[in-house]
């Protein structure tokens, strides 16, 4: 037997393309592969698609395209946690972080474009969103700022929602961010608005949450987005979408009691939402399987009474910081699969409340 090793074939200096679809160039051999929104023609067998319209992948096998078990996993989480904006004295565009598996004091990232009390966030894992929020005058504000979360700086402008408001909550499926509900002092909005975190442009109508009432917390895993509790009539409402298909929310199941205020944070199983009021700030988490509906079930308690706090998770821990009904400086945190009470993990650099988390690498 023999064998013959070739580290690269060239045309030219460009990659060869042989009659059976595999390619050489580069030191490297390419099977068959595609990525856009339609059916290849004319593949060969064992041929690989990437379905762009949907983010599926396909394997063809006997004269036929079979979807494989799973697409490629996002991750929406990370090592660093980021909380931005709020409100202490003054309106707020201070972007603090922390290392979430080590406990400390955060540090100064930079800071948001604007000043925003009660924005959103979210991520793809490397870059965080932060977006509305009620700015001095007091306006409602429509503008989605973008940080790198890996590197520290001021953030940078992303786009504008498709209505201005603050009160609002975000999360993210590791490709897609939605922001959810919210309002202006006159108006309460069920609006549920979606980007490509990647892409920077104005945010796209995605449908209507089952409720109006703002002030929600908001978690996701890969697939599904979940909106809890509610000012406006304290509401234990909570409510779901799938982050790829645009359309309106369908009804989850409910929360151990109304409340508005809390703050939701989750791994890729599990939702955790904590803090809220009714009539004084609570220390209650409440947790759900995301991808099983039904009522909450008891967590455990932050280390104090929290509302309009930031939240944030690295897959791992899940992390609430600052709010208040006067602010506070404040960071806790969990193990997210173990219920148990909440440890004090430090402080951030300027207590506020009605700030917003995110977290990536």
């Known amino acids: 037997m023999s064998t013959i090793k070739v580290d690269t074939i060239t045309n030219g200096g460009s990659a060869v393309d042989f009659t059976t679809n595999a390619k050489i160039g580069d030191g490297t051999l390419k099977k068959e592969y595609y990525e ?7 593949p060969c067998e064992g041929a690989l698609w990437f379905n762009t319209s949907d983010d599926t992948f396909h394997i063809y ?28 004295s003054t309106f707020s565009n201070v972007i603090d972080y922390i290392t979430i598996a080590t406990t400390s004091n955060a540090t100064d990232f930079g800071d948001l474009t604007v000043s925003p009390w009660s924005p959103a966030g979210c991520s793809n ?11 001095s005058g007091p306006a409602a504000s429509n503008v ?15 786009g504008d929602l498709t209505v201005g408001r603050y009160n609002l909550a975000g999360c993210s499926d590791g490709s897609r961010g939605v922001f959810g509900n919210g309002g202006t002092q006159s ?18 109508d995605f449908g209507d949450a089952t409720i109006t009432n ?34 309106n929310a369908t009804d989850f199941g409910n929360l151990v009691r109304a409340k508005y205020g809390v703050s939701g944070c989750s791994d890729t199983t599990r939702g955790l939402f904590g803090g809220g009021i009714w009539s004084n ?18 967590f455990g308690d932050l280390t104090a009474g929290t509302v309009y706090a930031g939240s944030c998770a690295n897959g791992t821990r899940g992390v609430w910081a600052g709010g208040g009904n006067s602010a506070t400086n404040v960071i806790h945190y969990v193990t997210i699969q173990t219920t148990g009470n909440a440890t004090d993990f430090g402080d951030l650099t300027l207590a506020r409340y009605n700030i917003a988390g995110c977290s990536g690498t």
Request: proline share 4%; with cysteine.
């Open 214 to 247: 703002p002030n929600r917390g908001a978690c996701a895993d890969a697939t599904r987005g979940v909106w809890a509790g509610g000012s406006n009539g304290n509401t234990d409402v909570i409510d779901y979408i799938t982050i790829a298909t645009p359309g």
């Open 281 to 298: 700030p609570e220390t209650d988490i409440d947790y759900v399987t995301i991808q099983t509906a039904g009522n909450a079930t008891d």
């Open 125 to 135: 894992g490397s870059r965080g969103l932060f977006a509305g929020g009620q700015v």
């Open 61 to 88: 096998a006997n004269g036929g395209w079979y979807a494989t078990v799973a697409s490629q996993i996002l991750i929406w989480y990370g090592s660093r946690g980021l909380f931005a904006g709020g409100y202490a």
């Open 144 to 158: 989605i700022s973008y940080v790198t979360i890996s590197t520290t700086g001021n953030a940078t402008d992303f």
């Open 187 to 204: 108006t309460n909005i069920n609006n549920i608005d979606y980007v490509t975190i990647a892409t920077p442009g104005n945010a796209t």
């Open 36 to 42: 856009q929104a339609t059916e290849p023609a004319y």
